[in-house]
């Protein structure tokens, strides 16, 4: 089946849920872009559809496999934009907040832009959906870690639109200025080294 069938049938209740995602995943491993791409929405569709089946494995892959974090959190901010758009949604992904906070923070500080910029759209759209994840950001931006620091920036920057029913706080905006006009915090991310090693094993998970 193709990644974006098998995303189709994400609401049928006997679908192995690890299996799913092992068929998926491998798909991840292609060298055709599209078809990556095409499974990291799929793969994003299944979880949005059971959370209590697909969403654990989603974040449990993340954690695994950073080379291929990029498709995988993009799976990630699939489910989060699904569910951040109706009180409904954001009621059954809200008890995973502690579990999905945690781990973009770990993300915060890859190497590469591409990753940082992904963990940044997430973390700006479950804002959203879990208001208190603003503290956590604001503290962030005033770390040292320059890499984590600039994240948060741009977390803050995802988390505007026009119809947002939520207030930035004052110490929150404040911080967020702060940052944005430190031109140290521009020199580092342009010295952020362009290599990631990690475990060579992505057979299974």
């Known amino acids: 089946l193709s990644p974006v069938c098998l995303g189709s049938l994400r609401r049928a209740a006997s679908i192995n849920a690890e299996y799913m995602g092992d068929t998926i995943?491998?798909?991840?491993?292609?060298?055709?872009?599209?078809?990556?791409?095409?499974a990291s929405h799929a793969l994003g569709s299944m979880a949005g559809g059971n959370l209590g089946k697909y969403l654990p494995l989603?974040?449990?892959?993340?954690?695994?496999?950073?080379k291929n974090a990029y498709l995988l959190l993009n799976s990630l901010k699939e489910i989060i934009v699904a569910h951040s758009s109706n009180p409904e949604k954001a009621d059954a992904i809200l008890p995973y907040s502690a579990k999905v906070l945690p781990l973009l923070l770990n993300c915060a500080e890859y190497p590469e832009e591409g990753v940082r910029t992904m963990v940044a759209e997430c973390l700006g759209k479950f804002v959203t959906i879990n208001q208190a994840i603003l503290g956590e950001i604001e503290a962030l931006l005033n770390t040292e870690n320059q890499i984590k620091r600039g994240t948060m920036v741009a977390a803050i920057k995802y988390s505007l639109s026009k119809n947002m029913n939520f207030q930035i706080?004052?110490?929150?905006?404040?911080?967020?200025?702060?940052?944005?006009?430190?031109?140290?915090?521009?020199?580092?991310?342009?010295?952020?080294?362009?290599?990631f090693k990690d475990d060579d094993d992505t057979s299974s998970f």
Do not use: C, M
Not at 25 to 33: D, G, I, S
């Open 25 to 38: 995943f491998k798909a991840f491993l292609r060298q055709n872009e599209s078809v990556k791409w095409a």
């Open 58 to 66: 989603v974040l449990t892959l993340i954690e695994r496999h950073p």
């Open 169 to 195: 706080p004052d110490s929150t905006k404040e911080q967020f200025f702060n940052a944005l006009n430190d031109k140290s915090l521009e020199t580092t991310l342009k010295d952020i080294p362009k290599e």
